[in-house]
């Protein structure tokens, strides 16, 4: 028996891996390549493919996988979290793009219901590609990804008001009451629903699917949430991705969320390449030569109202420029959703075939240069970052979230920097206010500013990568940098930025791959912490202390592989430059021990130096410092000791002084 669309899948995939196969060896992204592959697979390039409505079906499911996996990793505590940013942001996003589209294409001639319709058009961005890209670069859960994401969503509801307005636009109804009612009525129920499965539904079934060890039935039970989920959002007028997105979220609240993302990545990866080729598919090749410069001229000026708009989103958000010119980088092409929208547009006699042409040609172009814009988008930032808008830009986002500061923060002094305020950073903070030491934290969500300053936490709003932060937390003066954020990217920007201003304040950063490591020092950092290699070395010493090794075994052990795994990371050249001397350390040691032969003597009696190998550098006793340090130097009981030496020899000696 013959399978017509076998015949096609065989060719979208086999052109896709040459093409793909193509674009890897020219380090080109991979949407471009699924795009191109549309381009000449389709009706208006060599017509390899007959089935094109079946492949359009296919590129729905992969849509639907995209955004289920997408709600997976979100939940309804972090979907709360960034509400404010789906409504203010998203809603100054669509609202000000439809004004100034609407606008433009007034002036164009087009009516006014028309030119508001393509408004409609063109203030829908690609959720897919969008978060496709951000997924692929871990940047998700990064600030301009959760803006971005807030957007995208907003924009998926609002698809739907869209298209009920389509006949009211076009005359062809005029119960507005009642269709507006219909809606209100229907985003209740889906809230409902989701608040109701997410509590007492999915957790009792996905539990019990589980206790069977069945790995066929738990991706059975997984697909077929996240399908019926997307349908009966469909059949009450909702979108299908929305209702996956839905259906990601519901299922994000149990503990097999993990394994449920795991189980549909692989089925994702196809269908969403189905998508990719069959928005290639929609472009008539012809037509895009025939009006080659407007198309350009046009795609211009979107990628640059656009993505301003999306910046200014992400300003009236209180984010700092990085973040919103990411955002606005990432939000200026037109979506797969207006795509939809067009057809209703067509059905309803709002725009004609020409202007269909037109707004696919430059939808898919702007799609198919995303890619390209989140490569460069690194070059972009610096660029900007070195103008005097950056400057004005921070500092207006600073004073109007935080207010002015205290003259005792502004004349800190051998403090910490704290940028990041997440459980690493909360733990250094805390443990900083116990030990008073001074401190001051760097943090870009808005939120958690507003709470932790009311709580009198020392802590500002900010991008830390911005010079005026950093001179604004007198990095100059401080003593230590902890830079504890999850943005690897941003991490090694701000590491540059710290430096340009100063170069003593000894910088600790948090890297999650050891890979990462050595890049980061070269670019200035005096100490980064691997969670990679602690993990490794908490687990090998719990190891060797259930086989009963001696804890001074264990130490030793410890020490020699941090001396060895140090001296390899550090790049060559390195250590003269920092001032860092292998397996040397500084410590300090409360000397609580009276009875042992260094208690009450000098350390020309007791032969500290002969008889440990370690040095007295300094003294802390009764609240003051004793720094010169004689061979007449007494220790007495409750000092403080500051010694240097190596972990062996500070070990050793840290036995005859404590309890």
């Not at 696919?360 to 005097?388: E, H, K, Y």
């Not at 602690?534 to 010493?541: A, G, P, R, V």
């Not at 440990?612 to 340090?629: E, P």
Request: proline residues 3%; negative net charge.
């Amino acid at each position: 028996m013959e399978i017509p669309l076998l015949q096609d899948v065989i060719v979208i995939l086999g052109l896709s891996v040459v093409v793909i196969l193509i674009f890897q060896r020219l380090k080109l992204p991979t949407i471009l390549g699924f795009l191109i592959t549309g381009v000449v697979a389709g009706p208006h390039g060599l017509s390899l493919v007959e089935a094109s409505h079946e492949v359009e079906i296919l590129s729905e499911i992969g849509v639907i996988l995209l955004l289920f996996i997408i709600g997976l990793e979100f939940s309804l505590k972090s979907l709360a979290a960034i509400k404010k940013a789906v409504f203010l942001g998203g809603s100054f996003q669509v609202f000000v793009t439809i004004a100034v589209a609407s606008l433009i294409a007034y002036l164009m001639d087009y009516s006014l219901t028309k030119a508001v319709f393509i408004g409609f058009l063109f203030s829908l961005s690609s959720t897919a590609i969008v978060l496709n890209l951000l997924q692929s670069r871990s940047e998700i859960n990064s600030p301009h990804g959760k803006i971005s994401l807030a957007i995208l969503i907003f924009q998926d509801i609002i698809v739907v008001p869209m298209m009920l307005l389509a006949p009211i636009l076009s005359g062809r109804t005029d119960d507005v009451a009642f269709t507006l009612l219909s809606l209100a009525l229907k985003t209740l129920f889906v809230i409902g629903l989701v608040v109701l499965a997410a509590r007492y539904i999915f957790p009792r079934l996905l539990y019990e699917v589980a206790k069977t060890r069945s790995r066929e039935l738990f991706i059975l039970t997984i697909v077929v949430s996240c399908l019926a989920v997307a349908w009966l959002t469909s059949s009450i007028g909702l979108s299908l991705a929305l209702g996956a997105f839905i259906a990601g979220l519901i299922i994000s609240e149990s503990e097999y969320s993990h394994q449920a993302t795991s189980q549909v990545l692989p089925f994702r990866e196809i269908f969403t390449s189905f998508f990719f080729v069959s928005i290639g598919m929609l472009l008539d090749v012809s037509f895009f030569y025939q009006h080659l410069f407007p198309i350009l001229g046009f795609t211009v000026v979107v990628f640059i109202i656009k993505g301003l708009i999306a910046t200014l989103a992400g300003a009236v958000l209180k984010y700092p420029p990085r973040v919103s010119i990411l955002t606005g980088l990432a939000l200026f092409q037109v979506g797969e959703f207006a795509f939809i929208l067009s057809k209703v547009g067509i059905e309803n006699g709002l725009i004609d075939s020409g202007t269909n042409q037109y707004f696919l040609s430059i939808s898919i172009l702007s799609m198919g240069i995303t890619p390209l814009v989140f490569m460069a988008s690194g070059n972009i930032i610096n660029l900007f970052s070195s103008t005097q808008l950056s400057r004005g830009l921070a500092r207006f986002n600073y004073w109007n979230d935080v207010g002015g500061e205290s003259e005792g923060e502004n004349a800190m002094k051998d403090h910490i920097v704290i940028i990041g305020f997440g459980i690493n950073g909360r733990n250094v903070a805390a443990v900083a206010k116990r030990a008073n030491i001074p401190y001051v934290i760097i943090e870009m969500n808005a939120e958690t500013v507003k709470a932790e300053k009311a709580k009198g936490e020392p802590i500002l709003f900010g991008d830390a990568v911005s010079p005026f932060i950093l001179e604004h937390v007198n990095i100059w003066s401080a003593r230590v940098a902890v830079i504890a954020i999850s943005d690897p990217a941003a991490s090694k920007k701000i590491v540059t930025a710290i430096r340009d201003i100063c170069k003593t304040v000894y910088i600790i950063l948090r890297t999650r791959y050891e890979t990462e490591v050595e890049g980061v020092l070269r670019l200035g950092a005096d100490e980064v912490i691997s969670e990679e290699f602690e993990t490794s070395i908490e687990i090998f010493t719990r190891v060797l202390n259930k086989y009963l090794v001696p804890e001074e075994e264990i130490e030793n052990f410890v020490s020699d592989i941090r001396s060895d795994g140090n001296q390899m990371l550090r790049p060559k050249g390195m250590a003269a430059a920092s001032l860092h001397i292998p397996n040397l350390r500084i410590s300090s040691l409360s000397v609580k021990q009276s009875d042992n032969d260094i208690v009450g003597k000098t350390l020309e009696e007791s032969g500290v130096r002969h008889k440990y190998g370690i040095t007295l550098i300094a003294i802390q006793r009764d609240g003051d410092f004793q720094i010169n340090i004689t061979k007449e130097t007494q220790v007495l009981q409750d000092d403080i000791i500051f010694i240097m030496g190596t972990p062996q020899a500070i070990s050793e000696f840290n036995k005859h002084v404590k309890i």
